[in-house]
């Protein structure tokens, strides 16, 4: 059995790649199992982002704070 080499796994990565890009953009939205498979994807190559640096990701932390927030009681002392 040969090996794969660089150039076909570059383009295996990129195809794959394109087909998550394409299943989370349809207009019926992604199914969770893409969800699942797009975010092992990104582990998977260490692709991480930095909140402070993105600020559609900060308003989505923001937003996930003012939710617990309102779910739970605060407790004495708690940073916030």
């Known amino acids: 059995m040969t090996?794969?080499?660089e150039k076909e796994?570059?383009?295996?990565?990129?195809?794959l790649a394109q087909v998550l890009i394409d299943n989370?953009?349809?207009e019926d939205g992604p199914s969770p199992s893409m969800c699942s498979?797009?975010?092992k994807f990104l582990k998977d190559n260490e692709i991480?982002?930095?909140?402070?640096d993105n600020e559609d990701m900060e308003n989505l932390q923001t937003?996930?704070?003012e939710k617990r927030a309102k779910r739970r009681l605060k407790?004495?002392?708690e940073d916030e």
Do not use: P, Q
Request: net charge positive; with cysteine.
């Open 37 to 39: 498979i797009a975010t």
């Open 24 to 26: 989370l953009e349809t």
């Open 63 to 65: 937003a996930l704070k």
């Open 48 to 52: 991480t982002c930095s909140i402070s």
């Open 3 to 5: 090996r794969a080499s």
């Open 75 to 77: 407790v004495v002392g």
């Open 9 to 15: 796994l570059g383009r295996l990565h990129s195809a």
